[in-house]
């Protein structure tokens, strides 16, 4: 239905009379705003909108227990997850351990090759993705933009043949780089403006002497647009050899003082030192010599 305003005024032998034009929109919503505002003195705003829901997940905090750890033994990591969005989500968050973190180019290069979930392998988990985003495109409910391999707008036979060619393939070996997973565990539903810890072990047997950064990643959830705070990177733990007590790269004579000190004592005791215990057995004791004594005047 058209509503009519006043256009002009014509004066007709002393009268006023009303020639009416039909107008709608933003014209009208314009003057009836001046009409009340010079009238009434009551100003008209716009109503705001209501907020835009989105999915964000974060990852907030990554923290090791300790710094130094001896190659073989293990040692646990706190991995601390957000939900800054507004809905509940489950997600995997992934922690690793690396020389040399790869950087935001090599990760995007190698989740074009199928890494879906961008965790840093190619396996399963990344086929499940691509077949629950199966034929849909943007704007679909099951759009998964990381499954669209080939970035054509259509999840389809192409991102599988990618998907198939890179299968098996890893981020560290892919692009030479010391370094790999540390575990990977599912957050279940983690509701708007709240946070988990998850506690990950990390074994290093068989890693190699040296400082490694430690970091973890969460998996984008579905509708996630921005990914930048999935992504925690934290500072470096020191992998040495048993003896190397004070880490310094060689098993010496500094390492020998620091061991007698301990030498003794037990978990629990305000004498003990965990690297001081070199078979985890809650002991310093004759074990623990004999394998320090094997290693003594070895260097990194």
């Not at 190698?110 to 879906?116: L, N």
Request: charged content about 25%; aromatic content about 12%.
């Amino acid at each position: 239905m058209q509503l009519q305003i006043i256009e002009q005024v014509i004066r007709v032998r002393g009268r006023e009379k009303m020639r009416l034009k039909p107008i709608t929109g933003i014209i009208l919503t314009l003057l009836l705003t001046s009409i009340l505002t010079v009238s009434s003195g009551v100003t008209l705003t716009a109503e705001k909108s209501p907020s835009s829901t989105t999915h964000d997940v974060a990852v907030v905090d990554v923290m090791p227990y300790i710094t130094v750890v001896e190659q073989g033994h293990s040692m646990l990591i706190n991995v601390t997850v957000e939900n800054k969005g507004d809905f509940t989500e489950t997600f995997n968050i992934t922690a690793y351990y690396s020389k040399e973190f790869p950087t935001p180019e090599q990760w995007e290069t190698f989740c074009s090759k199928g890494d879906v979930n961008r965790d840093g392998y190619i396996d399963d988990i990344d086929l499940g993705l691509i077949d629950d985003a199966w034929d849909s495109r943007p704007g679909d409910p099951n759009w998964n933009p990381d499954a669209d391999l080939d970035n054509d707008g259509h999840v389809h036979f192409d991102d599988f043949v990618i998907f198939s060619g890179g299968y098996g393939l890893d981020i560290w070996t892919y692009f030479n780089i010391l370094g790999g997973s540390i575990g990977r565990q599912t957050v279940n539903d983690l509701s708007p403006e709240n946070s988990t810890t998850h506690v990950f072990t990390w074994n290093t047997k068989g890693v190699p002497e040296g400082n490694y950064t430690i970091s973890a990643k969460a998996t984008r959830a579905l509708g996630e647009t921005d990914i930048t705070d999935n992504t925690y990177v934290d500072s470096w733990v020191t992998v040495i050899i048993s003896g190397d007590i004070d880490g310094d790269g060689d098993i010496d004579f500094d390492d020998f003082i620091i061991f007698t000190a301990k030498y003794g004592s037990q978990e629990g005791e305000p004498t003990y030192d965990p690297r001081c215990d070199f078979n985890n057995d809650g002991y310093i004791d004759f074990d623990d010599f004999i394998i320090f004594s094997g290693h003594y005047g070895k260097s990194v």
